[in-house]
C-alpha cells in the first residue's frame, strides 16, 4: 500500500496494455490521487476518459516535468508497454536534446537490456 502525502499524487506514465488499467483500478480502489502521463502510439485511449491525463511523446521531457510539477506527483511509475521509437519520431525538446548530449548518444541507440 502506498501512502501519499496530503495534496500528492501518483504520476501515471502509462504505455499499452492491461497493466496500466490494473494499476489505476487499484490506486482508485484505495482511493488515491493519480495523474496519468499516456505514451503517445502507445496507451490506450479508452483507459483515458473521465480521468486526469496529458498525452506525450517520449522525447517532450520540459512537457513531462511540467506536468508533474502541475499535478503535484511525488511518486511515479512506469508501467505498460511502450514500442521503441525512431529517433526522428521522438520530437526531441531542448531539454531532451541536453539529457543526450549529457549521458550521451550510446546509452539512447543501445540494446533493450
Known amino acids: 500500500m502506498i501512502k501519499l502525502s496530503p495534496n500528492k499524487s501518483i504520476a501515471?506514465?502509462?504505455g499499452g496494455?492491461?497493466?496500466p488499467?490494473?494499476?489505476i483500478e487499484s490506486l482508485e480502489q484505495q482511493q488515491l490521487h493519480y495523474f496519468i502521463l499516456a505514451i503517445k502510439d502507445n496507451a490506450d485511449p479508452k483507459l483515458l476518459?473521465?480521468?486526469k491525463h496529458q498525452w506525450?511523446?517520449?522525447g517532450e521531457l520540459k512537457k513531462i516535468f511540467k506536468a508533474l510539477k502541475e499535478n503535484n506527483v511525488s511518486h511515479v511509475s512506469l508501467i505498460g508497454s511502450i514500442s521503441r521509437p525512431s529517433i526522428k519520431s521522438l520530437?526531441?525538446?531542448s531539454k531532451a536534446i541536453f539529457t543526450i548530449l549529457k549521458f550521451g548518444m550510446k546509452s539512447f541507440?543501445?540494446?533493450d537490456n
Open 109 to 111: 541507440l543501445g540494446g
Open 49 to 51: 476518459i473521465n480521468r
Open 17 to 19: 496494455g492491461d497493466a
Open 12 to 14: 501515471i506514465v502509462a
Open 91 to 93: 520530437k526531441l525538446d
Open 56 to 58: 506525450v511523446s517520449l
Open 21 to 23: 488499467r490494473l494499476l
